[in-house]
């Protein structure tokens, strides 16, 4: 059964330095990999979603991804007070239906 | 545009109580419909999905039921509410054969 995991835990990152977060999975046939942000108590924010090893940039945002390390991470260029959030990764398998979902990285930037 | 609404906001319900949460899309014609639930400081778990009107698929029941009465609404129920049922219940859509999911505001629900 896929198995997604999440480092770090936590990170705070001074404004303006590049923030970089980790996501591993276990299944290397997973499909598709997106990248979510939540803040507070409210809903989620897609941000970049990735099917082929290599790049996708959307904005500030990008995704690295490489199957054969079962890794994707996420990279936010230029990072704002304002993208203070939990980042959160998601994989599916063979269909577009369900989501295994990483348990998130709390990111803090400080001004 | 598309727009995802969910109601109520937020709720305080007793154990043993009923419990319906609803969500609604508009601007979307037959969309993909999720529910998710979260434990507070938990992982996002999949419960249920649609594709079509009175089609509903279990993910994970934890005792909850779900339903699809319209196009554009997405219902989530139970008889009898858990402690355990307590946490933030989202909703998403999307496209068919499209990849992401959007998701609405969410609902907080604590059980007492």
């Known amino acids: 059964q896929q198995k997604v995991q999440q480092s770090p835990e936590s990170l705070t990152v001074s404004e303006g330095a590049m923030a970089s977060l980790n996501c591993t999975f276990s299944?290397?046939?997973?499909?598709?990999f997106r990248w979510y942000r939540q803040h507070s108590a409210k809903g989620l924010e897609v941000l970049v979603s990735?099917?082929s090893d290599g790049e996708k940039e959307e904005g500030r945002f990008t995704a690295h991804l490489n199957r054969a390390n079962l890794h994707v991470s996420l990279h936010i260029r230029e990072p704002q007070p304002s993208d203070s959030a939990v980042y959160l990764c998601?994989?599916?398998?063979?269909?577009?239906?369900?989501?295994?979902w990483g348990s998130g990285t709390k990111l803090i930037i400080k001004p | 545009a598309q727009t995802i609404h969910q109601w109520p906001v937020a709720e305080i319900k007793a154990v043993g109580s009923p419990l319906s949460l609803g969500c609604t899309i508009k601007?979307?014609?037959?969309?993909?419909l999720y529910w998710y639930w979260q434990a507070t400081g938990g992982t996002l778990q999949q419960l249920f999905y649609?594709?079509?009107?009175?089609?509903v698929e279990s993910v994970v029941q934890l005792n909850l039921s779900a339903s699809r009465p319209k196009d554009d609404q997405f219902i989530l129920s139970t008889e009898k509410l858990l402690l355990s049922h307590s946490g933030f219940y989202l909703c998403?859509?999307?496209?068919?054969?499209?990849?992401?999911?959007?998701f609405g505001p969410g609902t907080r629900l604590t059980v007492l």
């Open positions: 998403a859509w999307s496209r068919l054969g499209v990849y992401e999911q959007y």
């Open positions: 601007g979307k014609s037959s969309p993909n």
């Open positions: 649609s594709i079509t009107v009175g089609q």
């Open positions: 299944d290397g046939t997973s499909n598709n």
């Open positions: 990735i099917f």
């Open positions: 998601a994989v599916s398998m063979d269909s577009n239906y369900q989501l295994i």
